[in-house]
T-cell receptor, first 109, second 115 residues
């Protein structure tokens, strides 16, 4: 079951904040966040595990609501380098990692 | 440490042909996953291998197959190519044996065009 991301696209000015949401109808073990710039491979940002463990970059923050099977990625004081498409991926236990459709983030000067 | 490498980077094939794509994971990583990326469908999971065994499989027809070798390198094969197979094929490696709690590192992808 593919997770649903929202919004599909967002445009910000440099310095503004953004929140990208990811929700699933299944009970999740983990949520993964990746960013992909045009013409490049996806790059790992953060992983959130059932039970509260998190791994990721210091400048990125995210949350995982296990009861609602929802995760949010928080981008604060956005920089031009934050532009790209953000994907959330979800795992139900040892099942495959399934990605959402992506959220396109554009940061303007 | 070298990243994930994929060969070839670009490929043009005609309908009906078959193709083999190769992926070399990061040294020490034993889990390899394959994804198909298209503008309309996003990142679609193909398969996942660990220690030469297929651990998970996506919802793709049997024309798509893969394997993993003892050195963790992986190949995927697509037979009887169709126009709809045109896509970016991404390989990702992970160090975790269960694949549950470790991040995946993606290679640059192979851009396949079917004419």
């Amino acid at each position: 079951q593919q997770p649903v991301q929202s919004p599909q696209a967002v445009i910000l000015r440099e310095g503004e904040d953004a929140v990208i949401n990811c929700s699933s109808s299944k009970a999740l073990y983990s949520v993964h966040w990746y960013r992909q710039k045009h013409g490049e491979a996806p790059v790992f940002l953060m992983i959130l595990l059932k039970g509260g463990e998190q791994k990721g970059h210091d400048k990125i923050s995210a949350s995982f609501n296990e009861k609602k099977q929802q995760s949010s990625l928080y981008l604060t004081a956005s920089q031009l380098s934050y532009s790209g498409t953000y994907f959330c991926g979800t795992r139900e236990g040892a099942q495959k990692l399934v990605f959402g459709q992506g959220t396109r983030l554009t940061i303007n000067p | 440490k070298a990243g994930v490498t994929q060969t070839p980077r670009y490929l043009i094939k005609t309908r009906g042909q078959q193709v083999t794509l190769s992926c070399s994971p990061i040294s020490g990583h034993r889990s390899v996953s394959w994804y198909q990326q298209t503008p309309g469908q996003g990142l679609q999971f193909l398969f996942e291998y660990f220690s030469e065994t297929q651990r998970n499989k996506g919802n793709f027809p049997g024309r798509f197959s893969g394997r993993q070798f003892s050195n963790s390198r992986s190949e995927m094969n697509v037979s009887t190519l169709e126009l709809g197979d045109s896509a970016l094929y991404l390989c990702a490696s992970s160090q975790d044996s269960q694949g549950l709690s470790y991040e995946q590192y993606f290679g640059p992808g192979t851009r396949l065009t079917v004419t």
